[in-house]
Nanobody
Framework: VMFVESGGGLVQPGGSLRLSCTVPGITLRDYAIGWFRQAPGKEREGVSCSSAIDADSVQGRFKASRDNAKKTVYLDINGLKPEDTATYYC?????????????????????WGQGTQVTVSS
C-alpha cells in the first residue's frame, strides 16, 4: 500500500494551499492519517493529523480533514511562509485511531507516499 499526495506547487508568501492524499488499499475510516513535511537537510516533522474518530481540529495554520467516501485526506495550509517550503507526506497511523490534530510519533506510521513539493517564494 502506498498513499499518493498531490496539490503542491509554488505559492507566494501569505497564500493558501490544499494538499490531497488518496489512500488506496485501506478502509480510511479505520485509520488516523498524519501529515508530515521534510525540508532539505532537516528531519521529517509532523504538522497535522486527521483522526478516524474525533472531529477535525486546527493546529495553527494547518488543518487536516477527510472524506472517507472519496478515500481522501486533505491538508489546508493558510498564511504560507518561506519556511513552510518542504516535501509534504501523508501516512497512516497503525497504532491509534485518534490523534486530535497532533501527528505524534513517526514510527507509528506506515504507507508513506512519494510526497508533494510545496515551495513558498515571491
Amino acid at each position: 500500500v502506498m498513499f499518493v499526495e498531490s496539490g503542491g506547487g509554488l505559492v507566494q508568501p501569505g497564500g493558501s494551499l490544499r494538499l490531497s492524499c488518496t489512500v488506496p488499499g485501506i478502509t480510511l475510516r479505520d485509520y488516523a492519517i498524519g501529515w508530515f513535511r521534510q525540508a532539505p537537510g532537516k528531519e521529517r516533522e509532523g504538522v497535522s493529523c486527521s483522526s478516524a474518530i474525533d472531529a477535525d481540529s486546527v493546529q495553527g495554520r494547518f488543518k487536516a480533514s477527510r472524506d472517507n467516501a472519496k478515500k481522501t485526506v486533505y491538508l489546508d495550509i493558510n498564511g504560507l511562509k518561506p519556511e513552510d517550503t518542504a516535501t509534504y507526506y501523508c501516512a497512516a497511523n497503525l497504532m491509534r485511531r485518534s490523534c486530535s490534530g497532533l501527528p505524534g510519533l513517526i514510527h507509528e506510521y506506515a504507507y508513506w507516499g512519494q510526497g508533494t513539493q510545496v515551495t513558498v517564494s515571491s
